[in-house]
């Protein structure tokens, strides 16, 4: 293959491995991840049933509906010992949205008896059929995407668009990629994740015409890469580090969701698995559980001060969730840097409690702090903060610097952890479920006080104290 | 008077004090400054036989040649008690450089015969006749002062233009004007003070029309202020707060000198002594002397870290070292910012030994630091950092932050004192003989250790711990 031979970047900086060791590894994923005749054979099996179970109770309730096997299992990209079958049962467009739903759960009890009703934009119904996870999910059928109702609507037009494109070399290497995606830790676009969705993976390896030539690609990007299949002349800019105009909607980027981080990630694994390829790239990587005795360790030979806000966690799917997280987690990180205690780095994580996580360089500051006035040409300003610090006995100042009165005044918090107890940090932008959950009560630890973290995070703090790309 | 009649500023934030008040005060400072009679009498023979003498050694000397008393005493605005007499002696300019000095110095001599040489652009001779300080200077006399070959040349035309316009009433204004600027600590434009000359002073008292009427404008200046009293409409950018175009010269700023923090606090007193009259404007502060005692309460009282570079002042008129220490101490505070020492406030100070102190509010940092890494994207420098740190037991990362790596290493100070003491600190950009100073030893003070600058500078850190506008 001609992707795979030796090359070098056009700075000449970099070679990459001679394709047979490349090879050798992605022959073992390969084994790995291809599921086995046997397999498919039962999945597909299993998929005609539930088809045809749909698609009986389906036009028993209206002429016109129809049923479609999509997702992975229907393209044969999926990963072996992946057990997801969707189907999509799709009603004529001139139904209410209100007996779409009503026709969809009935349609999906038929298909799937013991299944229960779950909700996103419709609900739907959700269960197991000899050992594997039905979603039965009902839709509109339309003649383009663009007129879509509601995101499930779009299933079937990428579902067609890819199945008329990938063939079963293609497919193979879908799935390199989505287990080399899974094993760097950036597979999924759900919003814990942010990564890379299933159907962006495979959008990306039928772009490229291959997972080597993808990698090859990555390792050179130059963000903001921009990829449009169908050349729809994207003529919206997204602001996204990675755009890949939707072939099937021109005004929607598949990986609108994928953060910057991902694929700074994608482009670093990419080069370094061509540089020194392993097995080890394709399988996720097991963070080790921090010992207390470790934690004493890091932050001794570190200097820091560790603080944490520990509270219940809100009850929210992981979608809500996160991304409350991380709003909470850079409103603190703002809030402690504006008063003077600056942060190293900060993580935030949650299980039965949440963590927002600060790792301080200063943890305390001085009793008084420099407070800049006005210009003193700005009369009525300059004046305004002149008058109110000159008589004050605990103020040095106002003095000159540049053009401007300068007062030192007491700090309002000398410590970390008093601002961090303090109502101050309901001003700092938290989430809003997140702001419930501290009204509640919260636990605010410093230093070695964050051994009370274990075992609770001993993996996340594990990851944090041996971060990788 | 109309400019001490009660007013507002536009924003109508404050009213001057009724004129009453204002008016008493300053004939009390009035009476302290103007010449009397006698005084007067006193400095108007010692000059005519000064001028006598001089312009018979010079016509002796050349023909064409001819003698100006110049300054303040010439001009009749004189504070009472200064006591120089500037005798400017004018010679053809055909006359070449050694040629004017040679004369010069002969001239200075027979004028002055107790008299010495002393250097500034061209040799002069200085001497004390009759209780008052002589300088008789060489200069050449031109038809326009854009056609000067030196400063001194520019004299006769100042004194010329200021004699044509200071009435009794302005010379009055302007000894006014003069003792308010010794007052609030910016009158001179040697190198230290960075104030305003006595010619800026003269200038701007005719421009305004009298004092009452210069502080009225100073207090609502906004700066760039821009004075050009011939109208040569200034073609010439100067980027100063406060530019007024020498009448003589178009080209020249006669306020180039004056700092910032000068027009500032001319702006800021000018408010104040209009608000609340007292004859204490025009009295220098003395700052009381600091105690041992007093030093440790404020350390304390501030939490803060005052750290000094203490070293032998360098062997250099004040218009040379002044500037250099201001350097050095714009380099040590880079440095100690550079670093992650903040740096509250800081001062220079020199006597027998001279002093960079800087307070600190940050005099610790954690043994690691984070170093920022080149964008991912950018391949070539990217993997260089990556391949530099990754195998590093050392550092914590590479990871990935946005779309660069990140590092976290050990740090090269962790407190200011190892900084200071460091060879680092030679490379912050120091003076010259500033960094010749240091070269040959230097004391690096932390904390309390500071009290070993008393009592050599207690005067200056008493007007440190506090600080005036």
Request: hydrophobic content about 40%.
């Amino acid at each position: 293959m001609s992707d795979d031979e030796a090359d070098r970047d056009e700075d000449g900086a970099t070679g990459s491995n001679d394709g047979g060791e490349l090879e050798d590894v992605l022959s073992t994923v390969q084994s790995r991840v291809d599921p086995d005749a046997d397999e498919r054979a039962r999945l597909r099996a299993v998929a005609a049933t539930l088809t045809e179970r749909a698609e009986d109770a389906a036009t028993d309730l209206v002429a016109g509906a129809d049923v479609l096997q999509v997702g992975s299992s229907a393209r044969g990209t999926w990963i072996s010992g992946d057990r997801d079958i969707d189907v999509f049962v799709r009603f004529p467009p001139e139904l209410d949205r209100e007996t779409l739903a009503e026709y969809g759960l009935e349609v999906g009890h038929a298909t799937v008896p013991d299944g229960h009703e779950e909700y996103a934009e419709h609900p739907y119904v959700k269960g197991e059929v000899e050992g594997f996870d039905v979603d039965v999910v009902p839709c509109f059928r339309l003649e383009s995407a663009t007129e879509i109702r509601s995101a499930v609507d779009r299933t079937p037009f990428h579902n067609r668009y890819l199945e008329e494109r990938l063939d079963e070399a293609l497919a193979a290497d879908v799935r390199l990629a989505k287990q080399f995606l899974k094993g760097i830790g950036v597979y999924g676009s759900d919003l814990r994740t942010q990564g890379f969705s299933g159907y962006l993976t495979e959008l990306l390896v039928v772009e490229y015409g291959g997972f080597r030539s993808l990698l090859e690609a990555a390792a050179d990007w130059h963000p903001p890469v921009e990829i449009d299949p169908e050349d729809h002349g994207a003529d919206i800019s997204f602001g996204d580090p990675l755009v890949v105009i939707d072939p099937t909607d021109p005004e929607r980027n598949v990986a609108a969701v994928c953060a910057m981080e991902n694929v700074a990630r994608l482009q670093h694994y990419a080069r370094e698995f061509r540089t020194a390829p392993s097995v080890e790239f394709f399988e996720p990587r097991e963070p080790t559980p921090l010992t207390e005795a470790a934690l004493r360790e890091h932050l001794s030979d570190r200097g820091t001060t560790p603080v944490a806000v520990r509270f219940e966690t809100p009850e929210l799917v992981d979608d809500q969730l996160y991304p409350q997280l991380r709003k909470s987690l850079a409103g603190i990180v703002t809030g402690l840097e504006d008063c003077g205690f600056d942060v190293l780095r900060a993580q935030t994580f949650a299980a039965e409690t949440a963590v927002v996580l600060a790792e301080l360089s200063v943890a305390e500051r001085p009793a008084i702090e420099r407070h800049l006035g006005p210009p003193i040409h700005v009369r009525a300003h300059a004046e305004g903060f002149y008058d109110a610090y000159a008589d004050d006995p605990e103020v040095y100042g106002p003095f000159v610097d540049g053009d401007r009165y300068v007062a030192e005044r007491a700090r309002e918090w000398t410590t970390a952890r008093a601002f961090l107890e303090s109502d101050a940090v309901f001003d700092v932008g938290l989430g809003a479920h997140v702001e419930t959950a501290l009204e509640d009560g919260y636990d605010v630890l410093v230093g070695e006080e964050t051994a009370a973290l274990l075992p609770e995070f001993d993996r996340q703090l594990g990851a944090y104290f041996d971060p990788q790309p």
